[in-house]
């Protein structure tokens, strides 16, 4: 059973930093293309990051240079490190496993599993 379980979210001023943790089980985080996305209230779910299985990155434009993915494979755990985050970035953020033909995108289509969401609010 493949099971995502994601943690870390919370309430921050703007400028504040939080860390959302994912933890697997029923497969390995290292050889997958695992990702982040999130949804604010009344939009479509978005792509935040994904990580492919040899590190490498896609970071969404409206994030990048302030979050940062990452994996633990020790104790097969995805990571994303939010830093200088501003009230847009209130969502409910889910950690997502993907399938790659041949690379690893950052694309809802891609999603073949879904962490339950954990709720990151920003205020002003």
């Known amino acids: 059973q493949v099971q995502l379980v994601e943690s870390g979210g919370g309430s921050v001023q703007a400028g504040g930093s939080l860390r959302l943790s994912c933890a697997a089980s029923?497969?390995?985080?290292?050889?997958?293309?695992m990702g982040w996305f999130r949804q604010a209230p009344g939009k479509e779910r978005e792509g935040v990051a994904v990580?492919?299985?040899?590190?490498?990155?896609a970071i969404a434009e409206s994030v990048r240079g302030r979050f940062t993915i990452s994996r633990e494979y020790s104790e097969n755990t995805l990571y994303l490190q939010m830093n200088s985050l501003n009230p847009e970035d209130t969502a409910i953020y889910y950690c997502?496993?993907?399938?790659?033909?041949?690379?690893?995108?950052?694309?809802?289509?891609?999603?073949?599993?879904w962490g339950q969401g954990t709720q990151v609010t920003v205020s002003s």
């Open positions: 997502a496993r993907l399938f790659a033909w041949y690379d690893c995108a950052l694309a809802l289509g891609r999603v073949d599993a």
């Open positions: 990580i492919d299985r040899n590190n490498g990155t």
């Open positions: 029923g497969f390995t985080v290292s050889s997958s293309c």
